[in-house]
C-alpha cells in the first residue's frame, strides 16, 4: 500500500460518504411496505402515506443504524492498535457489555424517569464502559505492560459476569419497567426522534474527529510501546485519551441499540484490506464502512421475515463469530500485529 498522502485521503473520505449516501437512499426505499423515495413525488394520497413511511419510520432507524455502525467501527480500529490485538473488539473485551449493564441499572432503578432531561442512561453506559476498560488494564497488566491476548479471555470473562448480572436483576424488577430489554439486549436498532439521532451525530462526529487526529500516535503505537516513546509519542497519554474516547462513543450508541457484536471487529479489517492500515484514514474509514455495513444489516434484518423482524444484532453475530474463529485460526491462537 503506497505512503498515505492528503489527495488519496480526501479521495478515499469522498468515496466512501458518496457510497454511505447511496446505501442511505437504497435501504430507504427497501420495506415490506414497498414503499420507495420515488413515491415521496406523487400527489396523491399515496405520497403522504410513503413520507410517513419513510420520513417518520425508516429513515430514523436508518441513521440510528448508521450512527451504531460509525461508532463501533472507529472504536474496533483504536482498540486494535492501541492493544495491539487484531482480535480486539468492543464487544469481545467486555467494552459493549459494561456500558449495557450500567445503561441497565439506570432503567432498572428508573433513574431515567427522575430526570427525564439528562442524558442518564448514556452517561450510567459511559461509567459501565469506563469502569470496564479500566479493569481490563489493571488486570491485564504485568511489569507495566499489557498483556494483549490475556485481556481476551478476561473480556469474555467479564461479559458472563455481567450478563449474569442483568438477568439477575431482570428476574427481580418489575417486568413493565424493563419492557423491550430482551431485544435490546440482543442488540437491536430502535425507532429514534431526529432530536435524539442529532445529538448522536454531534457526539459521534466530534469522537471519531478526536480519534482521527491521533491517527499518527495509533500508527507509531500498533508498531510497539517502544518505538512510539523513541519517537515523541506519551503512551500513557495516548492511550488513556484514545481509550476514553472510544469507550465514550461505544457507550452512546449501547445505551440506545445494545450491545451489538462483531461490527468493531470486521469492519477495522475490511477497511484495512481496502484502505491500508495508516490511522489517520482508517479510522475515518472504519466509520463510514461500519455505518454502510450496519444498515445493510439492519435493512436485512426487517426485511428478510417481514412482518417479524430479526434483532440485527443476530445477523452481526452470524456474520462476526465465523469470522473471529477464522481470524484466530490465522494468528495461530495468537500473535500481534506484524
Avoid: K
Wanted: glycine fraction near 12%.
Amino acid at each position: 500500500m503506497p505512503p498515505l498522502t492528503a489527495r488519496r485521503l480526501w479521495v478515499s473520505i469522498g468515496l466512501l460518504s458518496a457510497g454511505f449516501a447511496a446505501c442511505v437512499m437504497v435501504c430507504a426505499s427497501i420495506g415490506s411496505s414497498h414503499h420507495t423515495l420515488l413515491d415521496l413525488l406523487r400527489q396523491d394520497g399515496g405520497g403522504e402515506t410513503a413520507a410517513a413511511t419513510i420520513l417518520r419510520i425508516r429513515l430514523p432507524r436508518i441513521l440510528m443504524a448508521a450512527l451504531a455502525g460509525a461508532a463501533l467501527g472507529a472504536s474496533g480500529a483504536v482498540f486494535q492498535a492501541v492493544l495491539r490485538n487484531p482480535l480486539a473488539d468492543p464487544y469481545i473485551l467486555g467494552v459493549s457489555g459494561g456500558a449495557a449493564l450500567g445503561a441497565f441499572l439506570a432503567t432498572a432503578a428508573g433513574l431515567q424517569a427522575l430526570a427525564p432531561v439528562l442524558p442518564v442512561r448514556e452517561a450510567a453506559a459511559f461509567l459501565g464502559a469506563a469502569a470496564t476498560v479500566g479493569s481490563l488494564f489493571l488486570l491485564s497488566s504485568a511489569g507495566g505492560r499489557l498483556l494483549s491476548y490475556p485481556m481476551l479471555l478476561i473480556g469474555v470473562i467479564m461479559n458472563t459476569v455481567y450478563l449474569a448480572v442483568i438477568l439477575l436483576i431482570e428476574t427481580v424488577v418489575d417486568f413493565t419497567r424493563l419492557h423491550g430489554v430482551r431485544l435490546w439486549m440482543i442488540g437491536s436498532i430502535p425507532i429514534e426522534g431526529y432530536g435524539l439521532v442529532g445529538g448522536l451525530s454531534v457526539l459521534l462526529v466530534l469522537g471519531v474527529a478526536g480519534l482521527s487526529l491521533s491517527g499518527r500516535d495509533l500508527n507509531l503505537l500498533s508498531a510497539g510501546e517502544d518505538a512510539a516513546r523513541s519517537l515523541g509519542v506519551t503512551v500513557e497519554r495516548t492511550r488513556l485519551v484514545t481509550v476514553l474516547l472510544a469507550s465514550l462513543v461505544t457507550a452512546a450508541v449501547v445505551s440506545v441499540a445494545g450491545p451489538i457484536g462483531f461490527v468493531g471487529l470486521i469492519v477495522p479489517h475490511a477497511a484495512r484490506l481496502v484502505f491500508g492500515p495508516d490511522h489517520r484514514l482508517l479510522v475515518p474509514a472504519s466509520a463510514l464502512t461500519g455505518a454502510i455495513f450496519l444498515m445493510t444489516a439492519d435493512t436485512a434484518a426487517r426485511t428478510v421475515m417481514a412482518p417479524t423482524e430479526i434483532p440485527v444484532g443476530v445477523i452481526t453475530a452470524l456474520c462476526g463469530g465465523p469470522f473471529f474463529l477464522w481470524l484466530y485460526r490465522r494468528q495461530g491462537g495468537g500473535g500481534y500485529f506484524e
